[in-house]
């Protein structure tokens, strides 16, 4: 049976669930039997990925057809039929318990930002907490595919956006970062975009998972505290750091995910481009051309019909200049930033979660400090080899 199909089946239960969960959610929130909400949701979504993970292993082995994979597919809707079910009362628990620490959290600390132990243990359970629900809420994105009506599942999502929605969260080291939902784009330059490439070939791209991304380009500060050391040129706490190679930014990022227990890892080329445009189609986030009020580039150099600027020979603060729509900083200038991908030409037609995966050199995003304008559009692409340091070479993360 589909999961539609299911999903009709199971209409009526969720409603049931709708008219109770809300009563529940309150009276589970802070004791035993809001653990065992989470514990409820949580093998739910332990049974929906181990089942995800063999299909895809038996996907991958070619055998599509075959009744083990129509019984997995079977399963696995039962599964996130489950999970989706124990997504209400569990997301209502880690609301509560959210906003419970972080009145605890605001009661200790009040305007500081105090370095305590205690303090930071609880900045780091706030963290947690909203990184659930953040996770939560795309399951009760696909109740609500099923069962448009569950009107706690929508309440709940609709507190998500926003309470946390726009919000970054910050890391164990200080690092914002930002979800971002799955979507669909036009990536790379229109024919007719001013001093275009011919590798920018437009084509339709689909993100089918969501993931975080740094707000800024990951700073000095930041890297220190996970390496012990600063291969920086220009230095200074909170610019970007610089002079890094791609193997030492992929380095840094592991060392952040297991000190974190999370995954850390450089954006694809893909999701980089995603989130630079932030919905835009113009050569930049900022519209058809743009200034050195709005992005720190060679500023003696003119892109469109925009006005000389200022040449600042060297890296800014992060976030000096405002963010674009989706809230992130120094998507164009400042630092080029290493994305996962080498550079490889674009493949034809459409594609889902191109991962560029042929060529030598490692792909180079947004321009920088020292380029000209037109380097820092949004389809514009660099391929470096994967050891080169340069004073204009630095990166952001992503996060699974
Ligand atoms: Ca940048």
């Known amino acids: 049976m589909s999961i539609k199909a299911q999903a009709a089946d199971h209409q009526s239960a969720w409603r049931h669930v709708a008219c109770v969960s809300c009563c529940w959610v309150l009276l589970v929130a802070g004791g035993a039997r809001g653990d065992d909400a989470l514990a409820a949701f949580d093998a739910a979504a332990k049974e929906v990925e181990q089942l995800e993970n063999l299909l895809a292993e038996k996907l991958d082995a070619h055998q599509p057809t075959s009744n083990t994979v129509a019984t997995i597919r079977s399963e696995l809707g039962k599964a996130k039929l ?18 419970a620490r972080q009145a605890a959290y605001e009661k200790l600390a009040g305007e500081r930002r105090p370095s305590t132990p205690q303090a930071r243990a609880m900045r780091r359970e706030i963290s947690d907490l909203g990184y659930r629900i953040r996770m939560i809420d795309n399951v009760l994105a696909e109740l609500l595919k099923f069962d448009p ?14 309470d946390h929605g726009p919000l970054p969260f910050t890391n164990s080291i200080g690092m914002k970062l930002v979800y971002i939902s799955p979507g669909e784009f036009l990536m790379g330059s229109p024919t ?6 011919r590798n920018e070939t437009q ?3 689909h993100l089918s998972k969501g993931f975080f991304v740094g707000v800024h380009e990951v700073t000095q500060a930041q890297w220190k505290a996970v390496m012990d050391n600063n291969p920086s040129k220009f230095r200074g706490d909170n610019l970007p750091v610089e002079n890094v190679t791609w193997n030492l930014a992929v380095e840094f990022c592991k060392k952040l995910g297991q000190r974190e227990d999370k995954t850390y890892r450089l954006p694809t080329e893909a999701q980089w481009e ?3 445009r932030a919905g835009t189609t113009t050569p930049f986030n900022t519209g058809e051309t743009i200034s050195t009020d709005q992005a720190n580039y060679k500023g003696s150099k003119v892109y469109g019909n925009s006005r000389k600027g200022v040449d600042r020979m060297q890296t800014t603060p992060v976030g000096s200049f405002r963010p674009n729509a989706w809230g992130l900083y120094d998507m164009h200038g400042n630092v080029q930033e290493w994305c996962n991908d080498r550079r490889s030409n674009y493949p034809p037609g459409e594609v889902t979660n191109p991962t560029g995966d042929r060529g030598t050199s490692r792909v180079l995003r947004g321009g920088s400090w020292n380029y000209h304008p037109e380097v820092c559009r949004s389809a514009h692409r660099l391929g470096y080899p994967p050891a080169l340091q340069a004073s204009f070479l630095g990166f952001r993360v992503a996060m699974d």
């Open 82 to 99: 489950k999970r989706a079910d124990a997504a209400v009362p569990a997301c209502g628990v880690l609301i509560a318990r959210f906003e």
């Open 149 to 162: 009506n569950h009107a706690e599942a929508q309440r709940l999502r609709d507190k998500i956006a926003a």
């Open 192 to 197: 007719s975009e001013k001093s275009r490439d």
């Open 203 to 205: 084509h339709r791209v």
């Open 274 to 276: 995603y989130v630079c």
